[in-house]
């Protein structure tokens, strides 16, 4: 084996670990969030509009900006192929078709570059996150109620999903994940 054929089936393990590593978080927060994503579009529209909501509470979506334009995801090059297992899996689990599922896997495993950029901002502020799967993946950023809510489609600008778009809400509900802290019990 040359020492880029290694490369390249080292590469293709740790793009399967992470898509294994993804699907278990989805699996373990809960991911069936349809309702949520209605209600924090929903809210959104209602408290973006308030006009006793304060400046200073408003994340600034141009400090997050990638500078990325848009692809067109119907000719996009994507790292997971059509008919692989993982995009199967993903689109029997959560009930979506293979271009959707690729879709999502591929949005989903860079999503972590378009949530630590509005981190910088939220600060203290920020409570959780959730991505929403289904048709429309969705990163629901959930934070205390002195923010306002927001709404921002994010253009990802590393490779590996270079040019995809990921929304993202900012809901003021101060809701916290689901998920328990190493060694904290549940009630």
């Known amino acids: 084996m040359t020492n880029n054929q290694k490369g390249n089936s080292m590469a293709k393990r740790l793009i399967s670990m992470m898509v294994i590593a993804t699907a278990s978080m989805w699996a373990l927060t809960g991911c069936d969030n349809a309702t ?3 209600d924090a579009t929903e809210q959104t529209t209602e408290t973006a509009t308030d006009p006793t909501a304060s400046a200073a509470d408003t994340i600034d979506w141009s400090l997050v900006d990638s500078g990325e ?3 067109d995801p119907t000719n996009y090059k994507y790292p997971f192929a059509i008919d692989s297992q993982n995009v199967r899996d993903y689109a029997d689990y959560f009930k979506v078709d293979a271009a959707t599922a690729q879709h999502n896997l591929t949005v989903s495993m860079a999503s972590n570059e378009a949530l630590s950029k509005a981190l910088d901002q939220l600060s203290e502020t920020y409570v959780s996150h959730e991505l929403t799967d289904g048709n ?32 993202i809400v ?4 101060g809701k916290k994940g689901d998920v328990k802290a190493h060694g904290e019990m549940s009630e």
């Not at 629901?140 to 040019?163: C, E, M």
């Not at 900012?170 to 509900?173: F, G, K, L, S, W």
């Open 170 to 173: 900012i809901q003021p509900d």
């Open 136 to 167: 429309e993946m969705t990163l629901i950023i959930h934070t205390t109620p002195d923010v306002a809510a927001s709404r921002y489609d994010y253009v990802l600008s590393d490779d590996f999903a270079k040019g995809l778009v990921l929304p």
């Open 69 to 71: 334009k848009p692809a």
């Open 36 to 38: 949520d994503s209605v």
